[in-house]
Nanobody
Framework: QIELEESGGGSVQAGGSLRLACAAS????????MAWFRQAAGKKREGVAS???????TYADSVKGRFTISQDNAKNTVYLQMNNLKPEDTAMYYC?????????????????WGQGTQVTVSS
């Protein structure tokens, strides 16, 4: 069992940056494959970035070159650095964890979810 708590959301202007953090409750988060998803109002939840237990990242095309996922196992935390933010990045961002599936951006592959943190980008 793993509990996840996101932080770092907020409101920024287009072109700005934010760093999201996802703190995991377990002692060995490196066993899990982690991901960030987002859900805009009226839209489906979509995968943004994932990182497997070996530290290999995967990104959605819409964020490649702008977002970076990383993990700090000593702090049981996964980060999402978001640069050059656009209004279309506005969404609730969720952290997710999976024991079994690597490098996935599919919602159904993740067993554990945080409550989300809101990101709002104004033009």
């Amino acid at each position: 069992q793993i509990e996840l708590e996101e932080s770092g959301g907020g409101s920024v202007q287009a072109g700005g940056s934010l760093r999201l953090a996802c703190a995991a409750s377990v002692y060995t988060p490196s066993r899990y494959h982690m991901a960030w998803f987002r859900q805009a109002a009226g839209k489906k939840r979509e995968g943004v970035a994932s990182i497997d237990s070996d530290g290999r990242p995967t990104y959605a095309d819409s964020v490649k070159g702008r977002f970076t996922i990383s993990q700090d196992n000593a702090k049981n935390t996964v980060y999402l650095q978001m640069n050059n933010l656009k209004p279309e990045d506005t969404a609730m961002y969720y952290c997710a964890a999976s024991l079994f599936v690597r490098c996935s951006l599919e919602r159904s592959d993740y067993n554990f979810w945080g409550q989300g943190t809101q990101v709002t980008v104004s033009s």
